[in-house]
């Protein structure tokens, strides 16, 4: 997995375990008013993850895409099942799907993220929310945001991001609307009061 590579260096990038938020000045449209959680950064490049972007299937349209349940089954699903949001995780390998979880869902190849968040991108965890078996709390992505080395530090020197600590709570909220607004809050600041325009000194 892309994300174990990027870990596997040895060095830890600062931008690990941060929020990404988007400036008005980045008009590329898979990101304009993005937030994204880094999962892995380090020289050899970064992955995130946008977490307020809502995709057009639901996780009973995966269910059955993939042929893990019949429509005739989907009234057995749990309630917990079906709140699980489908986001698009970001422009590359949009048909490859990945789960951020609470640390309470372990597998073979879960990677922990932190102390209470971990990703899985294999069936099995689908199968396990899927059967009631699976994490308290989870967002299902498809698809990630990644960078070569050193082009995530240039956009943000080029003025294209914001960062600050990820807080899990936001990252498996589904108000997608107003998460936006909400990380910016987080570091005290209104979209009102950002500029697009860099400043030099």
Not at 27 to 42: E, K, L, M, P
Request: glycine letters at 10%.
């Amino acid at each position: 997995m892309v994300v174990t590579s990027l870990r596997d260096t040895g060095e830890r990038g600062f931008l690990d375990g941060q929020f990404l938020i988007a400036m008005p000045g980045l008009q590329d449209g898979n990101f304009v008013r993005s937030v994204i959680y880094v999962c892995a950064h380090s020289p050899a490049g970064a992955m995130g993850f946008i977490i307020n972007r809502a995709q057009p299937i639901s996780f009973v349209d995966l269910l059955l895409h993939l042929e893990l349940m019949e429509k005739d089954e989907i009234a057995t699903l749990p309630e917990t099942a079906r709140r699980v949001p489908v986001l698009m995780g970001g422009p590359v390998e949009t048909g490859r799907g990945f789960v951020l979880h609470t640390e309470d869902y372990v597998s073979d190849s879960s990677i922990p993220m932190n102390d209470d968040i971990s990703l899985t991108a294999t069936l099995d965890i689908v199968r396990a929310i899927s059967e009631g078996r699976g994490p308290q709390r989870a967002t299902m992505l498809l698809g990630y945001a990644g960078w070569g080395p050193g082009q995530l530090e240039l956009e943000l020197a080029n003025n294209g991001w914001l960062n600050c600590p990820a807080v899990d709570d936001l990252i498996f909220d589904t108000a997608l609307d107003s998460k936006y607004d909400r990380a910016l809050a987080l570091m005290g600041i209104t979209p009102e009061a950002l500029s697009p325009d860099a400043g030099h000194a």
